[in-house]
């Protein structure tokens, strides 16, 4: 019998439609749980004393739509900043990460101080790596300084950095030593090895948590606004001084979430696929 002609039997048109409605009785019950938990949630939150005094605070509409375009265009430097930290992150974290495998005692001054940064960075918080980089070297008055934006991207860069080296380097470690083994057996040197048999698969192993440290960063961007740069948040900061009103924070809160909302579902879908993988799926 071929393909085309295949007819379930009844028991499987049975088991089918059974899946059918339980399919639409989990939405049906999640749809209205989710209703309820939302109502009651709305309820407390609205019926609160105090809840008129925070509406007007922080949720004028008339305030969000006159800070809403300042905001989106200091939206606009957080996301030019997001990209050329997330890249320079990114680089940086592998190359140390490289660094920090690298086998023979020539190599332990290498390890040691490849070490050190990420303990180091890993340790600090970001804030202070901000301070230091963007009020203490500008004071130092040194000839072709870059502009405090540059200097406050790069204390992201190198924060993250940090954390991203350790992710690639769990990766790279991963790999099983056979097929380093492998690789050397067929006459690839230890650059050659790395590159097309080792990172390849370190990489896509470790591909959900970078991904992870990248949502992470694109929150942190925001801190830039404290070394002076107008960005979302340093102009939500100047439209709440002019109309002592939160709300335009509330705005670029907003306007965050939704820039993460693609790279959350990218991240979620990788994440998927990588555990799908794993279990043979």
Request: aromatic residues 8%; contains cysteine; hydrophobic residues 50%.
């Amino acid at each position: 019998m071929s393909a085309t002609s295949y007819v379930p039997s009844p028991a499987q048109r049975a088991r089918e439609e059974y899946r059918r409605r339980q399919t639409v009785l989990s939405v049906l019950i999640a749809a209205a749980s989710t209703a309820a938990v939302g109502t009651l949630l709305a309820f407390a939150v609205t019926g609160a004393p105090g809840w008129d005094r925070v509406r007007a605070s922080f949720f004028d509409p008339q305030i969000a739509r006159d800070a809403l375009p300042a905001v989106l265009t200091g939206l606009w430097l957080n996301l030019r900043l997001l990209v050329c930290c997330a890249i320079g992150a990114l680089l940086l974290g592998l190359v140390i990460a490289v660094l920090r495998t690298l086998r023979g005692p020539v190599f332990f001054p290498i390890r040691a101080l490849a070490t050190s940064y990420t303990y180091a960075f890993r340790g600090l918080p970001l804030i202070i790596v901000l301070y230091l980089l963007t009020l203490g070297v500008p004071g130092l008055r040194l000839q072709g300084m870059p502009p405090v934006l540059v200097l406050g991207g790069l204390a992201l860069v190198l924060t993250y950095s940090g954390y991203l080296a350790e992710v690639f380097r769990a990766g790279i470690e991963s790999v099983h030593p056979s097929q380093l083994a492998a690789a050397r057996s067929l006459g690839l040197t230890y650059r050659q090895t790395m590159r097309h048999v080792v990172l390849p698969q370190a990489v896509r192993r470790v591909a959900p948590p970078l991904l992870n440290d990248v949502v992470a960063l694109q929150k942190d961007v925001g801190l830039v606004s404290l070394a002076g740069p107008i960005d979302a948040v340093r102009a939500a900061q100047i439209a709440t001084a002019q109309s002592f009103n939160y709300t335009p924070y509330i705005v670029a809160g907003v306007l965050f979430v939704l820039l993460a909302i693609p790279l959350i579902a990218v991240t979620d879908r990788v994440t998927l696929r990588a555990a799908r993988r794993q279990s043979g799926g």
